[in-house]
C-alpha cells in the first residue's frame, strides 16, 4: 500500500496519462495491475464507492489504453461506474481522496474532469447507441478514429443494446465493443443472453481459455496474491460446446473470444486484431467482479459492488454501525403482505439486493421476477400480470422508472391496472451524482391520470402506505421513499381526511404542507416560525398526488401556505397544490420549496440540500419574510 493516503506508490506514481502505459513491459504491467487493485481498495474503503466492477477491469483498462488512443479515439463505458481504473491511468490519482465527496471525483465518467470522458449517464444500455452515433459521424466526417465501449454483461439485457446493434450490424464504421462478461449486474445476470454466455463457460475446451490465472499481482499487503483457481468451473455432463459467436455474427458483427479479461496479453492481441477490422467488431472477455480481493470475490450478494461507505480492508465490512434503512423496512412489510395476500408479486430490474425485492424472492422465489436492466420491460410485464388477475409491485430506483415513463403511461394506467411502483432513492440522494438523482418523479409521473403518489415521512407511514398501494386494484399506485437511514417516527395530533396534521398552533397563520421526508425539515422550520409569533400549522398529505381535498380546506383556514419537497419544483407537489387551490377558489398565497430544475453536483445529501437553501434555516427565514410581507401589505414576490 502506499505511504500517504494521497500518493501512489511504485509504478503507479508514474503513470499519469494512457501514454505511459504504452512504454511498459509485460512483467512491469502485471505489477501495475497489481497497485491498481492495491489502490482501489485502500482508497474505496475509506470513502465508499463501486469496487467490485472496477476491480474486474483493471487488465481490460489497461489493455484498452493501450491499444487505442484516449482521447483521440473515444472510449465509453456501460456503465460508468467500471470507470475507476480509466481514471487512474488518465491522470486523477489525486482525486481518489475525495472520490463521491463534494468538491472531488465523481463516481462516473465526467466531461468536467478530463478530455478522456464523453458520456456522463450511468444509466445501463446506452453506450452502444452513443457510440454508433460517435462511428457514423467519424465516418461521414472522413475522420480517422476508433470507437470503443466497453459493456458489461448485463447491459445487454436492456433492450437499448440490441436496438443499437441491429443499428451498428448495419453500418462498416470502426467500432469496437468489449463485452465485459462477469455473469453478473449487481447479482447474477439474468435472461437467455447470460444462460447462453453461462453454458459457454461450462464448456471443458472453454476452460483452456480462462485457465491462465497468473501469481503476480505482486505482493501489496492489501490485495496479496489471489487464490489459484480455475475461473469458471466446468460442470459434468455438457458435451457440446456453445458459442456466442454464432449469434452475433447472425446479426453481420464480427466476434473474437472468448478471452480471458485477466490476461493482459491476451486482451492486448484480441483488441489489435479488432481494431484492424474496417467493420464493427464484438470482444468477448471474461472476467470477475471483485477479482484480486478475497472479500469481495467471497461476496455472494454482490461482490462488493458498491459499498456506501468506509469499511474495513480486512474483512470488507463496513465501519458505520447499522442503522434501519427504508429498503430494508420496506423489504420486511412486502414479505408480511406477501404472507397474506397470494397475488402480491414482486418484479426488479437486476437490482434484488439495491431494491429489497430479495428477501421476498428468497421467500417466494415463484412470486418474484428480475428482468434485468430491462425498466420498460418491467413495468409492461407487470401491466401483464396485472391484467393475469395479479398484484405486482415493482422495485426500482426512483431515477431508473423515468425510463419507463411511455409504459406506466399508456400500458398500466391507461389500462387502469394495479400495479404499484416502489421507488427507493427518491429525492437527493447524493454521492452517485445527477443522474442518480430520483428528484423528477413527482413532476413526470404527476402528470399520469389515475396515478396516486405516497410519501412516506418514517418506517410507521412507509408500511402504513405500502399496504394501502396494494389494496388500491383501480389503478396504479408509486411509493417514494429516499436513501439511507429512516427519520424517525413522527406521530401525527390528528388525521383530517387522509392528511395528518403533525403541528397545530392556536394561530393559524402558515399552512406548512410537508411531503414526505421532509417531515422533520418542516416541523424544525415550523418552530423556528413560532418563535417570530406565527401561528404554525405543519400536515403531512401523505398521499401527495391527487391533492387530498382536504388541503383546500385547512389552506383556506390559514393566511400563507408553503409546500417542501424533496423533488423538482417545476410541476411538483407545491405546483399541484397551487392548482387544486385556484380549482377549489381559495385565495391563500401559496410558496414552494424544493429541488430548482438542473443538473446539480454530487456530494451528501445534506451538503446539496443546504447548497439548495433547502433547510430548516432557509425556510423558516423566507417564510417569516413572506408573512411579514402580507402584514404590512406589500405584494409578495
Known sequence: MSDSPSTPAGLLSSITDPGDLKRLTAEQLTLLAAEIRDFLVAKVSRTGGHLGPNLGVVEVTLALHRVFDSPRDKILFDTGHQAYVHKIVTGRQDGFDLLRQRGGLTGYPSQAESEHDLIENSHASTALSYADGLAKAFALRGEDRHVVAVVGDGALTGGMCWEALNNIAATRNRLVIVVNDNGRSYAPTIGGLADHLSTLRLNPGYE??????????????????????????????????????????????????????????????????????????????????????????????DCLHGPGSAFDVETGKLLAAPTLKWTKVFSEELVRIADERPDVVGITAAMAEPTGIAALAQKYPERTYDVG?????????????????????????????????????????????????????????????????????????????????????????????????????????????????????????????????????????????????????????????????????????????????????????????????????????????????????????????????????????????????????????????????????????
Not at 386494484?473 to 392528511?499: E, K, L, M, N, Y
Not at 387544486?580 to 391563500?588: E, I, N, S
Request: with cysteine; aromatic share 6%; glycine share 10%.
Open 208 to 301: 483452456k481459455v480462462l485457465d491462465l490465472v497468473k501469481d503476480a499481482l505482486g505482493q501489496t499487503p492489501v490485495v496479496g496474491k489471489p487464490v489459484f483457481e480455475v475461473l469458471h468451473a466446468v460442470k459434468k455432463g455438457i458435451k457440446d460446446a456453445i458459442s456466442p459467436q454464432p449469434m452475433f455474427e447472425d446479426l453481420g458483427l464480427k466476434y473474437i473470444g472468448p478471452v480471458d479479461g485477466h490476461d493482459q496479453q491476451a486482451m492486448e492481441s484480441a483488441l489489435r486484431r479488432a481494431k484492424g477490422f474496417d467493420a464493427p467488431v464484438i470482444v468477448h472477455a471474461v472476467t470477475r467482479k471483485g477479482y484480486g480481493y478475497r472479500p469481495a470475490e467471497q461476496d455472494e450478494a
Open 373 to 637: 436492466i430491462a425498466e420498460q420491460h418491467a413495468a409492461t410485464s407487470a401491466a401483464g400480470l396485472a391484467m393475469g388477475g395479479l398484484h405486482p409491485v415493482v422495485a426500482v430506483y426512483a431515477t431508473f422508472l423515468n425510463r419507463a415513463f411511455d409504459q406506466v403511461l399508456l400500458d398500466v394506467a391507461m389500462h387502469r391496472l394495479p400495479v404499484t411502483f416502489v421507488l427507493d432513492r427518491a429525492g437527493i440522494t447524493g454521492p452517485d451524482g445527477p443522474s442518480h438523482y430520483g428528484m423528477w418523479d413527482m413532476s413526470v409521473f404527476g402528470v399520469v391520470p389515475g396515478l396516486r403518489i405516497a410519501a412516506p415521512r418514517d418506517a410507521v407511514t412507509l408500511r402504513e402506505e405500502l399496504r394501502e398501494a396494494v389494496a388500491v386494484d383501480d389503478g396504479p399506485t408509486i411509493v417514494r421513499f429516499p436513501t439511507g437511514a429512516v427519520a424517525p417516527d413522527t406521530p401525527a395530533i390528528r388525521r383530517v381526511g387522509q392528511v395528518d396534521v403533525l403541528r397545530e398552533d392556536s394561530r393559524q397563520d402558515v399552512l406548512v404542507v410537508a411531503v414526505g421526508s421532509f417531515a422533520g425539515l418542516a416541523l424544525d422550520a415550523a418552530e423556528r416560525i413560532a418563535e417570530q409569533g406565527y401561528g404554525v400549522t405543519v400536515v403531512d398529505p401523505r398521499w401527495v398526488r391527487p391533492v387530498p381535498i382536504e388541503l383546500t380546506g385547512l389552506a383556506a383556514q390559514h393566511r400563507l401556505v408553503v409546500t417542501c419537497e424533496d423533488g423538482v419544483r417545476a410541476g411538483g407537489v407545491g405546483d399541484a397544490v397551487a392548482a387544486a387551490l385556484r380549482d377549489a377558489g381559495v385565495a391563500t398565497p401559496l410558496r414552494d420549496f424544493g429541488v430548482p430544475v438542473g443538473f446539480h453536483p454530487h456530494g451528501s445529501r445534506t451538503e446539496i440540500l443546504s447548497a439548495l437553501g433547502l433547510t430548516a434555516q432557509d425556510v423558516a427565514r423566507d417564510v417569516v419574510e413572506w408573512a411579514s410581507s402580507l402584514e404590512t401589505s406589500i405584494p409578495v414576490t
